[in-house]
């Protein structure tokens, strides 16, 4: 079982380290389109909602369009926490102390969906979701090295 948990949180880590950098690419993209334009999510929030040229239905669909930007702007940096937190909880659990791995491993899940709020969380993100919440839950089922059988952890080196 330890094995898994490592695997799985070495694979939503990755995952979560790959969304993230994709994020953050679009995060740089729009800064910089961001300067030529002289104007920042905010204002372009600000600008969107005081034009009375839009429609309701175009005024609504473009703010939740600059919403999701700014929250996945402030989000990346909790993907890229995530993948270091989710090899730590993986390489805990391996050592037995599956509790401590499990917390890090579910606190990996957390973060960003915190930021993000539940109902924006993207496609991309949703398989390290998955396998980050199954390793935490797999995790906090490791027992630890004093209750593991005699000879157990010779045979695990």
């Given at each position: 079982m330890r094995i898994a948990v490592l695997v799985l949180a070495i694979l939503g880590g990755l995952i979560s380290g790959g969304v993230g950098s994709l994020w953050m690419l679009e995060a740089a993209a729009t800064k910089v389109a961001q300067v030529a334009a002289a104007t920042t999510v905010d204002e372009a929030i600000r600008i969107v909602r005081a034009d009375p040229l839009r429609t309701p239905a175009d005024?609504?669909?473009?703010?939740?369009?600059?919403?999701?930007?700014?929250?996945?702007?402030?989000?990346?940096?909790?993907?890229?926490?995530?993948?270091?937190l989710s090899i730590v909880g993986g390489v805990l659990a391996m050592m037995h102390r599956g509790k401590s791995g499990g917390a890090l491993l579910?606190?990996?899940?957390?973060?960003?969906?915190?930021v993000l709020g539940p109902e924006t969380v993207n496609v991309l993100f949703l398989?390290?979701?998955v396998?980050?919440?199954?390793?935490?839950?797999?995790?906090?089922?490791?027992?630890?090295?004093?209750h593991a059988p005699d000879g157990a952890l010779a045979a695990d080196l």
């Amino acid at each position: 079982m330890r094995i898994a948990v490592l695997v799985l949180a070495i694979l939503g880590g990755l995952i979560s380290g790959g969304v993230g950098s994709l994020w953050m690419l679009e995060a740089a993209a729009t800064k910089v389109a961001q300067v030529a334009a002289a104007t920042t999510v905010d204002e372009a929030i600000r600008i969107v909602r005081a034009d009375p040229l839009r429609t309701p239905a175009d005024r609504n669909r473009l703010l939740v369009e600059l919403d999701g930007l700014r929250r996945r702007n402030k989000a990346y940096l909790f993907l890229f926490v995530g993948l270091a937190l989710s090899i730590v909880g993986g390489v805990l659990a391996m050592m037995h102390r599956g509790k401590s791995g499990g917390a890090l491993l579910l606190a990996a899940v957390a973060g960003p969906i915190i930021v993000l709020g539940p109902e924006t969380v993207n496609v991309l993100f949703l398989p390290a979701v998955v396998l980050l919440s199954i390793a935490g839950l797999l995790a906090l089922c490791v027992r630890g090295a004093a209750h593991a059988p005699d000879g157990a952890l010779a045979a695990d080196l």
